[in-house]
């Protein structure tokens, strides 16, 4: 046999990610709109709307458009498990800013995830931003279930953003 050890764990290792959105980075594409599996539905019908408005639509796009307008054709596009972090820095990892008081949260490694901590989903909320520093979910700690409560103070305590 003839290989190399040092390339075999590199390629056995490397993070292999999904078809995310080139334009929100939110959710994966399922292809139904764009086969390609560039862009989301949500983001290829603001694309497809905006050329529609140019009158630049050629007519098979428009069909679909239509179809997709109408329920005819159901997107299976899958919201990510996490946020995605907006920014990417040298060595690879990345960080977002918190959606209220625009301080910087790093992201959980090389893999452009938000951390838990930071997610309101985590801990049992229903809100409308993504990602929130310890500060501002603090805030919401009456809405959280007692062993969150729990967990939000410990994480304080150990002064974590």
Not at 14 to 41: P, T
Not at 120 to 137: A, I, M, S
Request: with cysteine.
């Amino acid at each position: 046999m003839n290989w190399n050890l040092k390339e075999y764990r590199k390629q056995k290792h490397q993070f292999k990610g999904g078809n995310y959105c080139v334009d929100c980075q939110q959710q994966r594409s399922c292809g139904i709109l764009d086969e390609a599996k560039k862009y989301c539905c949500a983001c290829y019908q603001e694309i497809l709307e905006k050329l529609e408005r140019d009158d630049l639509l050629i007519s098979s796009a428009q069909l679909v458009l239509n179809d997709y307008r109408q329920g005819v054709i159901s997107c299976k596009c899958l919201g990510s498990e996490k946020p995605r972090v907006k920014y990417i820095s040298f060595d690879g990892s990345g960080w977002t800013e918190c959606e209220r008081c625009e301080k910087i949260i790093n992201s959980a490694g090389h893999h452009r995830v938000v951390k838990n901590r930071n997610d309101p989903r985590f801990w049992g909320l229903e809100l409308e931003e993504k990602v929130l520093c310890l500060e501002c979910l603090r805030r919401f700690k009456e809405e959280m279930p007692i062993s969150k409560r729990y967990t939000l103070n410990k994480y304080l305590k150990r002064g974590y953003e």
